[in-house]
């Protein structure tokens, strides 16, 4: 069966980096694009990045323009989320997601608190 596990997640300081990753089984990979979302509580589960793929094509909400970085590595079935320059405002839990023909797959969620 599909799954999606996100790991990389924690408590990092303002200003700091985390690298969030997203292992994935159980469907070809490689045709894929793939997202990482994250919901902040009390909010709505908003898009953070997604990539095609083949890696060539990214997009990035204009919160986190210039700070994240998606990517992903084909041969171990992993998207990765660089996350640089964090803010508070960060603080959230990420997912990640895919999309396949009949069906939208989430992971469980990783914890990235941004506190000093």
């Known amino acids: 069966q599909v799954q999606l596990v996100e790991s990389g997640g924690g408590l990092v300081q303002p200003g700091g980096s985390r690298r969030l990753s997203c292992a994935a089984s159980?469907?070809?990979?490689?045709?894929?694009?793939m997202s990482w979302y994250r919901q902040a509580p009390g909010k709505e589960r908003e898009l953070v990045a997604s990539i095609s793929s083949a890696g060539s094509r990214t997009n990035y909400a204009n919160s986190v323009k210039g700070r994240f970085t998606i990517s992903r590595d084909n041969d171990k079935s992993t998207v990765y989320l660089q996350m640089n320059s964090l803010k508070p405002e960060d603080t959230a839990v990420y997912y990640c997601?895919?999309?396949?023909?009949?069906?939208?797959?989430w992971g469980r969620g990783t914890q990235v608190t941004v506190s000093s």
């Open positions: 997601k895919v999309d396949l023909s009949r069906n939208t797959y």
């Open positions: 159980g469907f070809t990979f490689s045709i894929y694009p």
